[in-house]
């Protein structure tokens, strides 16, 4: 029997069921968000006229968070503060100092980044912890006289690689209960509330 015969038993993630955390911005100033994906890299052996293929090294891919842009508190502001607090200051004089963007201060800029997803309670069934992330890049929107929309700010997140956990069941990951552990990586330990 299909999962849609007994609706009461199952569920489906929704694409309007999720929150985004991170250092400075108000979650629900957040109106999108791309989930993290990876790559796996490969290299290939060509044998007379064969070609074998052998994967390589996984790389994840930037994600892209589009923000409105209040007035208070300021998005535009919030961002600058972000981006400065990575270490960018434009305010250079002759005798210096001389400070730059470094990744350890971009990081503990934006603390952390969390992408939630939510069931119909609102509890947390799926969280990608985002390593490592750091602003690579911002746009804060075009004007024009034809539109009367909210203004958008859009960031391209740079991260090392991403964290998945699921949502525990009565105390338990699910993974507890079947044998293995379905969270990612799977040696991880779970930090933070759901």
Known sequence: MGFWNDSREFD??????????????????????????????????RFINHTYYYPGRVEWNT??????????????????????????????????????????????????LEIKQLDASGDTIESWKLKHPWVKDVKFGDLSYDRDELL???????????????????????GDQIGYNLNFPSTSTYVGGV
């Open 12 to 45: 489906t993630k929704r694409a309007f069921r999720w929150m985004a955390v991170f250092n400075g911005v108000e979650p629900w100033a957040i109106k999108s968000v791309s989930k993290p994906s990876f790559s796996v890299s490969e290299t290939s052996h």
């Open 63 to 112: 994600i892209s968070l589009s923000l409105v842009d209040p007035m208070k508190p300021d998005g535009v502001k919030s961002i600058m503060h972000l981006i400065e607090a990575s270490g960018y200051n434009p305010d250079i004089t002759a005798a210096g100092p001389y400070p730059t963007i470094g990744k350890s201060k971009a990081v503990s800029a934006m603390e952390k």
């Open 152 to 174: 958008d700010i859009t960031l391209t997140i740079r991260y090392d690689w991403a964290e998945l956990w699921t949502n525990p069941r009565n105390g338990t990951w699910p």
